[in-house]
């Protein structure tokens, strides 16, 4: 059975229809991508799996549990993790606190607890420490855990922002065109990482990107995305010399 | 070990801000022994403490909650006269002073709290400034509310009018004990100094281990960016409100102190009105938004300024208002910042070379 499921989703905004009968199939493990000219409804579609829209039909089953119509919370709860196009860190807090704001859920004790210091506040923060120092350690990022956020440079905010995801223990990780600014160099590292996370964490992933290095690079399976329906899909290789898909990004 | 380093930094943070607090404390004890304080600048003191608490536990919204409000005052209305109105009833009732204290303290601060959650719960779930206008307009409402309220005790319970004292029609043997715009009368005057000063470090304690907390932690990502706070789990609504009716329960307490100090408690513009939430506001804001510290040490300079230069005279106000300038140039400006960290930065490099 594949992860994530995505059958017949659809959503309007006023007149536009956005997204329009999109299915999806992810298989687990697999490194898929999501990609289509600017203003094809791939953020939506993004929207639509965690839960910030709800879409006006169509079903979304991961793990075989259908989680159309939760919130965002709770659908991070089920397993559902993401990265934005536009970095969005806790900019004021250390970078440790980052990834520990992302094991909220996981390591739980009482407010009364944290202001009153009892046993179990020291217990939990001490096993929140060292699980963010290992995810940091992961990543290249645990000498700089305590630098403000706002000050890591460019592409260690990007991998700030993956490690905070992969703190919620997340089934699925959503990257939202996680290359975008950076430049080849970082592109190239960014790749490197991406897959390190697929391999180490056995993780599955969909990621947008416009960066077609990227894509060709690193995804095994594609969906190209066309005003709100899906154009084309399957193994990376083909969906990227199907002429309609040229067509659809270069005109005829 | 540098998980240990860090662990010290904020405890050790945290004890210089009570350490701080203790010393002010001890100094104005020796100051007053040695009959160095005028009794004018000793009538303050307490209202002080008042004040450092509002100015903290309103740090705690806007600084770490990241939301505005423009209603300080009325949560410390509320909690001046809910306690002020069970330490009278209970004068006879209760006559151990500091146990009657004790339960106005929880009185108060869980009416304020309560009247936080129920001011919170719309208007936490918008976005941008309605918080700011909603508390604006609840500050102005509790103490118009307060101006108009009639209570009265006799043999046969309690009366409520909102018209007049007369009324209440109450019994010979009864008492008027909120008489509307004449306020509660004859409230024990149990607050003093002391007794500030430790609700003033309990206040911090609770502020302080509770932003170096889970909680804390949850609230301060939902101020720096709510929608990747939601995509990572936090449950927004209940972690802002949670930090917002906690500031609000510790302006009641800072109310309870406040009332507590007066012969007669009144519900005026000046206390309660709006002014005095701009006021805290402002203790907040020139301390520096975020910084608890900061909140304290500037209500102590600002509420002791005026009656410090009263000698001045006509200068006064003028000195004031200099003195709210530069402070808000040195605090803000990005020159000014620029240069505080330049010159922090030398003197850490001097500190690490002699170590």
């Known amino acids: 059975m594949a992860l994530l499921e995505v059958k017949n989703l659809g959503i309007s905004f006023g007149g536009l229809r956005a997204v329009n009968a999109f299915h999806l199939n992810i298989e687990k493990g697999c490194l898929y991508g999501l990609i289509g000219p600017n203003g094809a409804g791939k953020t939506t579609v993004f929207n639509l799996l965690t839960g910030v829209y709800r879409p006006d039909e169509g079903i979304i089953l991961l793990d075989g549990e259908n989680i159309v119509g939760k919130k965002t919370i709770e659908i991070n709860k089920t397993g559902i993790a993401r990265t934005f196009q536009n970095i969005r860190l806790f900019k004021e807090l250390s970078v440790k606190d980052n990834v520990k704001a992302g094991l909220h859920n996981h390591y739980r004790y009482s407010t009364l607890e944290g202001i009153f210091r009892l046993p179990n506040y020291y217990k939990k923060e001490k096993e929140m420490d060292e699980k963010a120092m290992k995810l940091l350690s992961v990543f290249d990022l645990d000498q700089e855990a305590d630098t403000l956020a706002a000050n890591l440079p460019y592409g260690k905010q990007r991998k700030l922002e993956i490690t905070r995801a992969l703190a919620t223990n997340p089934k699925l990780l959503l990257l939202d065109e996680p290359a975008a600014g950076m430049n080849p160099n970082e592109t190239k590292e960014l790749m490197e990482t991406i897959r390190f996370v697929r391999d180490t964490f056995d993780m599955t992933i969909l990621l947008i990107e416009h960066d077609m290095k990227l894509v060709s690079g690193i995804c095994e399976k594609l969906t190209v995305l066309n005003f709100g329906e899906a154009l084309c899909e399957g193994d990376a290789s083909d969906v990227l010399h199907d002429p309609e898909v040229i067509k659809a990004y270069l005109g005829e | 070990m540098r998980r240990m380093k860090k662990i010290n930094k904020t405890t050790k943070s945290n004890l210089i801000t009570y350490a701080i607090v203790i010393a002010l404390f001890a100094a104005v004890q020796i100051l007053t022994s040695a009959g160095a304080i005028s009794s004018l600048l000793q009538g303050l003191l307490v209202p002080l403490c008042a004040y450092i608490i509002l100015a903290v536990s309103l740090n705690l919204t806007v600084g770490i909650l990241g939301e505005l409000s423009l209603g300080h005052a009325g949560f410390m209305c509320v909690g001046a006269f809910t306690s002020a109105f069970f330490s009278k009833c209970t004068a006879e009732l209760i006559p151990v002073a500091g146990v009657r204290y004790l339960f106005a303290l929880l009185i108060g601060a869980a009416a304020a709290g309560l009247c936080g959650i129920l001011v919170g719960i719309p208007a936490l779930r918008l976005k941008g400034d309605y918080l700011a206008i909603v508390t604006l307009a609840f500050g102005e409402i509790i103490k118009n509310v307060v101006n108009i309220l009639f209570i009265g005790r006799d043999s046969e319970g309690f009366h409520f009018s909102t018209k007049d004292s007369l009324s209440l029609g109450l019994l010979p043997d009864g008492e008027v004990i909120v008489n509307g715009p004449q306020g509660i009368t004859g409230t024990p005057k149990d607050s003093t100094f002391t007794v500030g000063v430790i609700l003033i470090l309990v206040t911090l304690f609770i502020v302080l281990n509770l932003i170096h907390s889970r909680s804390g932690r949850a609230i301060m990502a939902i101020r720096d960016n709510r929608i990747a706070a939601e995509s990572i789990g936090i449950n927004v609504t209940k972690y802002k409100l949670m930090a917002f009716s ?110």
């Open chain 2, 246 to 355: 906690i500031s609000a329960a510790l302006a009641g307490v800072g109310g309870v102190i406040y009332a507590h100090n007066l012969a007669t408690l009144t519900a005026q513009p000046k206390n309660f009105g709006y002014n005095m939430s701009i006021m805290i506001l402002v203790f907040v804001v020139l301390g520096g938004i975020g910084n608890i510290r900061g909140s304290i040490l500037a209500a102590i300079v600002l509420t002791l300024l005026p009656e410090l230069l009263r000698g001045l005279s006509d200068y006064r106000m003028l000195i004031y208002a200099v003195v709210l300038i530069a402070m808000m140039l040195f605090n803000w400006s990005p020159k000014a910042i620029e240069w505080r960290e330049r010159h922090s930065a030398k003197f850490k490099r001097k500190k690490q070379k002699e170590v």
